[in-house]
């Protein structure tokens, strides 16, 4: 059973910075597709940015630039530097894995999803 574990969530000014975490257990992580969504209050969940095995990254045009996806399979962990946060990045963040799989930008191309860590940007 694949288990997700995200962290790193909070309370940030607008031009701050966060970094969070997704760390995975149950599977051979180096052969996943990884990707994080977020959703707002009162919308769907929509695509953040995604990495695949061979480190390949894809970013919505709303975060590019801004956000980086990165991962550590030694430690099997992901994550996503968000800077120059705005108050519109306001969502609960999920990460997602796909075994096997590359790097997807449609919620429903991933078999695994974590709790979700909220973050919130002040004006």
């Known amino acids: 059973q694949v288990q997700l574990v995200e962290s790193g969530g909070g309370l940030v000014q607008a031009g701050g910075s966060l970094r969070l975490s997704c760390a995975v257990s149950?599977?051979?992580?180096?052969?996943?597709?990884m990707g994080w969504f977020r959703q707002a209050p009162g919308k769907e969940r929509e695509f953040v940015a995604a990495?695949?095995?061979?480190?390949?990254?894809l970013y919505s045009d709303s975060v590019k630039g801004r956000f980086t996806i990165s991962r550590e399979n030694a430690k099997n962990t992901v994550y996503l530097q968000m800077n120059s946060l705005k108050p519109e990045d306001t969502a609960s963040y999920y990460c997602?894995?796909?075994?096997?799989?590359?790097?997807?930008?449609?919620?429903?191309?991933?078999?695994?999803w974590g709790q979700g860590t909220q973050v919130t940007v002040s004006s």
């Open positions: 990495t695949n095995w061979s480190r390949s990254t």
């Open positions: 997602a894995v796909k075994p096997g799989g590359t790097a997807y930008t449609r919620t429903h191309d991933y078999d695994y």
């Open positions: 149950g599977h051979t992580f180096s052969i996943y597709g």
